[in-house]
């Protein structure tokens, strides 16, 4: 009777176990697998969020620029590095400075806002000394910022009324700036403008606002 109960008993043989150990050791490695392929799947995914979040706050919240030339000077000068804020969320204003592209022309130029939609602005040559005069609704502009006022009168026709979406805009250092006293400038359309400057963060000894 033992005998029998025995022989009805489940045996594990040797084939069986090693069926098991290889099917162990199968699940184990494609397991292994889909962990390392969903790893590359959310490394990239992280890296194209990273990406879109870097386009989206570099276009519509800061820009970080660096100056070129000395049509600034003396407020900033060859190599500065700028913060700028986005035009959408600050619109630029008289005195802004301002960071745009112009018309056929794929550099970016840096000036001051003058004057905005709606204002006439008239710019005054005077001959015998070569300065000149600015103002803004018939306002004369006290410009403490600028250079100097001599020479570079450009080819425009005054007064100008700016137009709407538009501003008028110079360059500190008024003989050596291509500003919108040149007709090929002109006004500058607002969608044109990248930003406007919000401070100066290179070189550090002149770290702050502008």
């Not at 250079?147 to 008028?168: L, Q």
């Not at 291509?178 to 930003?195: M, T």
């Amino acid at each position: 009777m033992n005998e029998d109960k025995n022989a009805n008993e489940p045996v594990e043989t040797e084939n069986n176990t090693s069926q098991t150990y290889e099917v162990n050791i199968i699940e184990e490695k494609t397991e292994k697998g889909v962990n390392w392929v969903r790893e590359i799947i959310e490394w990239i995914v992280s890296i194209g969020l990273a990406i879109i979040i870097g386009l989206f706050l570099n276009h519509f919240v800061f820009t970080l620029v660096q100056v070129s030339g000395d049509s600034m000077t003396d407020t900033l000068h060859d190599g500065d590095r700028l913060f700028l804020v986005s035009k959408y969320l600050s619109q630029p204003d008289n005195g802004d400075i301002v960071v745009f592209y112009p018309v056929n022309d794929n550099k970016p130029y840096i000036k001051r806002v003058i004057a905005t939609e709606g204002q006439t602005v008239e710019v005054i040559y005077d001959y015998e000394t070569g300065e000149q005069r600015v103002y803004v609704d018939d306002e004369l502009l006290e410009e403490s910022y600028v250079r100097s006022y001599y020479t570079n009168y450009g080819d425009m026709d005054y007064p100008i009324t700016i137009d709407e979406d538009c501003v008028f805009v110079m360059g500190d250092n008024r003989p050596n700036s291509h500003d919108s006293r040149q007709s090929d400038v002109g006004q500058v359309k607002i969608n044109a403008i990248r930003g406007k400057v919000l401070f100066r963060w290179w070189p550090f000894t002149k770290f702050g606002g502008i």
